[in-house]
C-alpha cells in the first residue's frame, strides 16, 4: 500500500495540469491504475487523494454500514459520487478538473501534503495555515500515536 510523505509544492498551470510529485508517483507505480483518485476534502478547503487500491479498501469498509443506511448513502454520496479517476501523462502529471481548483482555491502552486495512506492538494497559504493549527492542536491535547494497531502484533 502506498505510503505519502512530506509536503511538495508544485506549479499548476492554466489547464490545471500539474506534476504529481516524483515520491509519490514512485509509491504509486505498482498500482493497476496509473493515476490518482482525488475529490473533495469534507473536512478541510482541500483536496483529498488515494491510490486505487486504497479507494477499494474504503469501499470495503463502506460495506460495514447497511446497504441502505443513511450514513452508508451519504458517505458514499460525499467520496464515491464525487471522486474523479485522474490518470498520470507520461511525464508525471494530471489534469485537475476546474470545480476541484476552485473549491480548494488553487492559483499557481499547489501544495502535495503527505499523510500516510493518503495525501492532501492544498493552496500553499492555506497548508501554512492549516500545518500551524493542527501543530497546536497536537501540543495542547498531548497527543500521540497509539503504542498498537488492530492489525499490528502486540
Known amino acids: 500500500m502506498a505510503l505519502f510523505l512530506s509536503t511538495h509544492e508544485n506549479k ?3 489547464k490545471g ?8 508517483r514512485a509509491e504509486l507505480s505498482d498500482e493497476s491504475f496509473q493515476g490518482v ?13 488515494f491510490a486505487w487500491s486504497y479507494m477499494q479498501e474504503i469501499g470495503k469498509r463502506l460495506d460495514d454500514f447497511d446497504l441502505f443506511s443513511a450514513e452508508q448513502d451519504d458517505l458514499a454520496t460525499s467520496i464515491f459520487g464525487t471522486a474523479v479517476q485522474l490518470s498520470m501523462d507520461g511525464e508525471g502529471r494530471i489534469i485537475l478538473p476546474q470545480d476541484l481548483i476552485g473549491f480548494a482555491s488553487l492559483e499557481e502552486k499547489v501544495s502535495f501534503v503527505g499523510m500516510g495512506a493518503k495525501f492532501q492538494i492544498w493552496s500553499p497559504s492555506d497548508f501554512e495555515s492549516r500545518r500551524e493549527t493542527a501543530r497546536q492542536a497536537v501540543q495542547s491535547k498531548g497527543m500521540t500515536i497509539p503504542k498498537t494497531h488492530q492489525g499490528s502484533v502486540k
Request: glycine content about 4%.
Open 12 to 14: 499548476i498551470d492554466k
Open 17 to 24: 495540469r500539474v506534476s504529481v510529485p516524483a515520491p509519490f
Open 37 to 49: 483518485v482525488l475529490f473533495r476534502s469534507n473536512v478541510h478547503s482541500c483536496l483529498e487523494g
